[in-house]
């Protein structure tokens, strides 16, 4: 098979390779992109070309754009997912009853105000899924579930057919997977046992151990083939690799004869330049990033209404703002959230933006906010880049969860998701210190946030466990 991007070889890049299955790459602008389009970098450094093998629809993507994000000695493979015959019937079902259907539009504020009972949560979290198979609900979760694992195996497979096409056992020496979709590492399991070569399963967000899931797959069927499916990955694996401590942890408890196998690699920052700050007399409070599952921002809506009575601030003393994919917040958008807690006249929002204009975005905030909601084992990717502003972090997280671990002694501000009375000291003692003059400085300035330090620890650990160092 043709590659869809290819990089001109380097050196010993022609006879060093790894295959990088990453259902997110270059140029696809998915937060799970970033991970190995980051590493890709220091890969190259030490010589290694990578073969890559990521999903999408090669008509649409821009060659040009990956090409400029990547070093020499990257090949992209683009592998569309399948079609599933399931799929098309569903489909097909579902356009056959909407063209019947009918329905009454209102506004969004007639929507929320007119609301009678519980909306439909976005998520659910792990100790409430239920297998629910006395509705007609939960037997659509349960199907859902083994669709969406159903879905990735079969784009699994064709990767399976495109690596074969491409492979030559003189210059691969491994195999990496990068997941979620986390069948990505089943792909890994079947080429390391087809190919007889090491399999480095690197896990962006726990599997088994997953904390919340879409409410259209919340079921038990869904956890139970994540247990089966990473049993088997884990024990063809060579190494596996979690992106926080708090889910290294967890994995080690569950395998603990591989514990010394399972090894921590956070995503880090970068040390490109930053844009130039804007920053005037206003207080600027900003999120960066997609709110969903439940990341919910009404406890800073409401924290933040009162700062602004008890200091009598308008909107020319503060505003909240947000960029971003904003999934709905309780089944209603940000914006009749904002207005239902009073701070519509604060909050801005806007569509998602480069990544070059998100830098720019963050660049001119005076607090960066992450949001972790319950997720207590990952960190938002935004975090590594909010680190490196002279911005004053406010993290919305549990205490004892990896972003807390990730920011202690570094200055930064942590409290629960859902703590107001907290939420309001930090950003009133802030505020105070802004009115005063105090200028925030970047809490991430050692090797825990450096993503060229946690690249080495990844590939010092690869190149160790296929022999070369």
């Known amino acids: ?40 970098h220091f890969a190259a450094e030490r010589g290694w070309g990578l073969d890559v093998f990521m999903c999408g629809d090669a008509t649409t993507l821009d060659v040009a754009a990956a090409r400029r994000a990547l070093p020499p000695g990257v090949r992209v493979f683009v592998v569309p997912t399948p079609v599933l ?11 056959t009853l909407k063209g019947r259907r009918t329905s009454k539009t209102s506004s969004p504020a007639e929507a929320i105000s007119s609301a009678t ?17 006395n509705t007609p609900r939960g037997w659509m979760r349960a199907y859902w579930a083994a669709l969406d694992y159903a879905r990735i195996s079969a784009w699994g497979d064709a990767v399976v057919d495109t690596v074969a ?41 726990p599997w088994s151990h997953v904390e919340r899931l879409a409410e259209g797959i919340a079921t038990p069927r869904w956890t139970q083939l994540a247990e089966r499916h990473e049993a088997r990955a884990v024990e063809r694996a060579t190494l596996i690799v979690t992106n926080t401590e708090v889910a290294r942890r967890q994995m080690a408890a569950t395998y603990p ?15 490109d330049p930053l844009p130039p700050q804007r920053r005037g007399g206003r207080f600027v409070i900003s999120h960066a990033g997609t709110l969903y599952l439940d990341r919910d921002p ?26 971003g994919d904003m999934e709905a917040v309780g089944g209603f958008p940000i914006e009749d959230v904002a207005q239902a807690e009073g701070v519509s006249d604060y909050v801005r929002t806007g569509p998602s933006r480069t990544y070059k204009e998100a830098l720019a975005f963050m660049a001119d905030a005076t607090m960066l906010v992450t949001m972790s909601g319950s997720n207590m084992a990952a960190i938002p990717a935004k975090t590594f880049e909010c680190v490196r502003f002279p911005a004053w972090i ?29 939420i309001v000291e930090i950003i009133g003692r802030r505020y105070r210190e802004h009115r005063a003059g105090v200028l925030p400085e970047p809490v991430g300035r050692d090797s825990r946030f450096s993503r060229r330090h946690q690249a080495a620890v990844l590939l010092d650990a690869v190149e160790a466990r296929i022999g070369l160092n």
């Open 117 to 133: 009972g519980p909306q439909r949560p976005a998520s659910v979290g792990r100790a409430d899924i239920r297998w629910a198979l």
């Open 394 to 422: 406010l993290a919305l997280s549990a205490p004892e969860s990896a972003t807390a671990l990730l920011l202690r002694e570094t200055g930064a501000d942590v409290a629960s998701p859902n703590d107001v009375s907290a």
């Open 1 to 40: 098979m043709k590659p869809f991007i290819e990089n001109e070889d380097v050196g010993s890049q022609c006879d060093r390779r790894f295959l990088v299955i990453s259902y997110h790459f270059p140029p696809d602008r998915a937060v799970g992109a970033k991970r190995w389009e980051k590493f890709s």
């Open 85 to 95: 015959y399931r799929e098309r019937v569903e489909n097909a079902l579902w356009r």
């Open 298 to 323: 009404r406890a800073l809506f409401q924290a933040t209404a009162k700062v602004i009575r008890d200091f009598a601030l308008g909107p020319n003393d503060l505003t909240l703002e947000f960029i």
């Open 165 to 205: 096409t491409i492979f030559d056992p003189r210059v691969h020496r491994a195999v990496i997977t990068s997941g979620p979709p986390f069948m990505s590492h089943d792909v890994g399991r079947r080429l390391s046992h087809r190919y007889h070569i090491p399999f480095v399963m690197d896990m962006r967000d």
């Open 257 to 271: 004869l591989r514990s010394r196998d399972i090894i921590t690699v956070t995503n880090g920052a970068d040390d």
